[in-house]
DNA sequence: GCTTCTCTACGAAAGTCTTCGTTGACATGT
DNA sequence: ACATGTCAACGAAGACTTTCGTAGAGAAGC
């Protein structure tokens, strides 16, 4: 019914956990949160993957007593999406502007630089008319 | 004092007027943001404003009446800020996964590959040891 | 059966973001 | 000097985000 919407931070970090970790329940989110941020709490983590339900981030299984959730979009999808979201918001509209910045902005491994090379060769064979 | 935030829409927005047009009156910013948003109000971009100088997004010239605002933060810098923010909020931290995924994601223009063959020849040059 | 544990559900509190109405100060033109 | 218009300042409302206390239902152990 919503329409899709940027996930918040905290939203981000329950969907990263599900897409790492596939489908998965309330506590073992909150546990692998917790390896990182140990103060996290039970019913933060519960009521926010509530609310991801209903603004159908999130996908519940509640046949059993304790419910099975899983991220409704693939990760992709979602990195995408906020990729988009933040050409427009940060650089104009300008996708490629936000390439270049991103690639000046980490020293990059050569054998990372490879596998860009790699994609280019097949963009430009794949897109070329 | 505060420490460097991640700004937030509507501030994006004004920042985005300031990189372009410089340093600007509330008034000329309220007039750029009304050509795509003609419901924009005085007083919601000016309260805006102020709030960003607290936050030190932006620095007013006061010595006049009508004040002059400029951005504090170079726009590369803040672009920076935000993928790196981004590629950790969405993308376990892989600057390098990010950067696949927005190729992926649009369709390049021939040129603008050229452009990205040459950042990345000046990157191995410089960074190769 | 009773206690203890785990789970879902609910609601409220505190913080932030965005919007705008109102007010008073200052400027301009006549 | 007065009317008109522009400006900064303030405060408050409404929405959203994040956190957590509390309560009740069900399961497990004694």
């Known amino acids: 019914m919503a329409k899709t919407m940027r996930p918040t931070d905290a939203e981000l970090e329950i969907l990263q956990v599900l897409w790492d970790e596939g489908p998965s ?3 073992a989110v909150l546990e692998s949160i917790q ?3 140990p103060n996290a709490g039970y019913t933060t983590v519960l009521k926010l993957m ?3 339900v209903e603004k159908e981030l999130l ?3 509640e046949s059993a007593r304790t419910h099975i959730y899983r991220a409704k979009a693939p990760r992709q999808t979602t990195q995408k ?3 988009s979201d933040l ?3 940060a650089f104009g509209g300008s ?3 936000l390439v270049l910045q991103a690639l000046q902005a980490k020293k990059i491994m050569e054998e990372e630089i490879a596998e ?6 097949e963009l430009e064979q794949g897109g070329a008319k």
């Open 25 to 27: 329940t309330v506590r």
């Open 35 to 37: 390896r990182r941020r």
């Open 50 to 52: 509530q609310i991801m």
């Open 59 to 61: 996908v519940r299984d």
């Open 81 to 83: 999406r906020l990729l």
């Open 87 to 89: 050409a427009v918001r």
């Open 95 to 97: 996708t490629n502007q």
């Open 116 to 121: 860009i090379r790699q994609l280019l060769d």
